[in-house]
């Protein structure tokens, strides 16, 4: 079984452009989240789809996007690039349903973002 | 690799020794528990979760301990290998959420 795959693996990009990242879950995993590792901030919670719908969303500016398609695989969108934004962006995909909320996520590589 | 490692608590110990890493959760209202453990250059793995009605549960050479009196988890890990070395998270899910929210993380360094 294919694990959660992320692409790209590292992206250097340039103040004020923007970005898209891209997800592909686990076969038959309808939930997908977005995190952002930093050194400084740890694992931050940038958003969560299900089923093409944005059910939870983190303490992040409205730069930061995403998106979830009918076959689940899920984009993130950064606009206007700040320094600060430069991190590990990780995808995680995971089984949870209304009946069962307690599953674990699995987790993509992630994609190094480099902003300069 | 990721440099997570810079701002973490570190545990340093010798191959074949005994680990034990900590955690203090946040929310007396969580009632699901996750380590995970993220290897240089790749995303987080899940280890073992532990649900609030237990206070312990055994993998192959992890175990898990919760105390939920003083909000406090541990990560036991048997016979350490210099494999395990990783930053190793812990992640509290609260009833009714489906986030879960990760802690700080230890850096482990097992020495040969």
């Known amino acids: 079984k294919a694990g959660v795959t992320q692409t790209p693996r590292y992206l250097i990009k340039t103040r004020g452009q923007q970005v898209t990242l891209s997800c592909s879950p686990i076969s038959g995993h309808r939930s997908v989240s977005w995190y952002q590792q930093t050194p400084g901030q740890g694992l931050q919670f940038l958003f969560e789809y299900f089923s093409e719908t944005q059910r939870n969303k983190g303490n992040f500016p409205g730069r930061f996007s995403g998106r979830q398609f009918s076959n689940s695989r899920s984009e993130m969108n950064v606009s206007t690039l700040e320094l600060g934004d430069s991190a590990l962006y990780l995808c995680?995909?995971?089984?949870?349903?209304?009946?069962?909320?307690?599953?674990?996520?699995?987790f993509g590589q992630g994609t190094r973002l480099t902003v300069v | 690799g990721e440099s997570v490692g810079l701002h973490l608590p570190t545990l340093s110990v010798q191959e074949g020794d005994n680990s034990i890493i900590n955690c203090a959760y946040s929310?007396?209202?969580?009632?699901?528990f996750i380590w995970y453990k993220q290897e240089s250059g790749k995303g987080p793995q899940f280890i073992i979760d532990?649900?609030?009605?237990?206070d312990k549960r055994q993998g192959q050479r992890v175990t898990v301990l919760l105390n939920k009196t003083v909000k406090h988890l541990s990560l036991q890990i048997a016979a350490t290998q210099p494999g395990d070395s990783a930053v190793y998270f812990c992640?509290?899910?609260?009833?009714?959420?489906?986030?879960?929210?990760f802690g700080r993380g230890t850096s482990l360094i097992v020495h040969p």
């Open positions: 992640a509290e899910k609260v009833g009714g959420s489906y986030i879960p929210t």
């Open positions: 929310n007396s209202a969580s009632d699901y």
């Open positions: 995680a995909s995971s089984l949870v349903t209304g009946a069962s909320m307690n599953t674990e996520a699995f």
């Open positions: 532990i649900r609030s009605n237990m």
